[in-house]
C-alpha cells in the first residue's frame, strides 16, 4: 500500500484549479520547472536557518503537500488538455529526482544527524524511481509501486519537519528514520522491477 493509491480522490480535488490554470495559459512544463525552483531554494532555506530556528522545519511539510499538489497539476495538464511531450518527459522525472534529493539532504545541517544516512535515503530513492521509469523501457508501465514511492517519502520528510520544528526529535532519531525509509526504498525497488515483469509476462 502506497500513499500513491490516493492520487485519483487527490485529482478531482484539484480539477477546478488546473481548468483554471490551463485558461490563463500555465503549462504543465511551467508547473513542473517551477516546482524543482521552489523546492531548491525552501532546501537551501532549511539547510541554511533552520537549526537555529526550528520552526523553520515546518516549511518541509507546508511544501512536500503544495509540492504533491503540483507534481499532480502537471500530470493533469499534460493528459487532459494536450500537453504531454517528450521535454515534459524528460522534466517531469528529472526534476522530482533533484527536487528529491535537495530536501533530503537539506537535513544536512541538522545537529547530531548521521550523514551517511541521509545519503543512503537519497540514492537509493534514485535508483527506486529509476526502477520505476525502467518499466516504459521493457515494455510495461510506469512502476509506482510502494512501499515508498515519492508520495511516501514526502509524507516521511514532512513528519520530520513536524517533530524537528518543537524538538520532539532529534538528529539521531532523524538518521535512523532515514535508514529504515531508506531500507523500505530498496524493497520498493524490488516491488517495481517484479511487478514491470510481471506486467509483461
Known sequence: MSIYA???????????GVRGLYRVGITANTVTVLAAVVSLLVAAAVWRWAPARPLLYLTLPLWMLLRMALNAVDGMLAREFG????????????????????LYLSLLSLPGVNPTALWALT??????????????MV???RRYDGPMGKSDRAFVIGLIGVLLAPGWIDGAIVGWIAWAAAALCVLTGWRRVRQGLAEIG
Open 6 to 16: 490516493l492520487k485519483g480522490r487527490f485529482q478531482d480535488l484539484l480539477r477546478p
Open 83 to 102: 500537453q504531454q511531450s517528450r521535454l515534459g518527459a524528460y522534466l517531469n522525472e528529472l526534476c522530482d529526482i533533484i527536487a528529491d534529493a535537495a
Open 139 to 141: 515494455g510495461a508501465s
Open 123 to 136: 540514492w537509493i530513492a534514485a535508483v527506486c524511481e529509476y526502477a520505476g521509469v525502467l518499466g516504459v
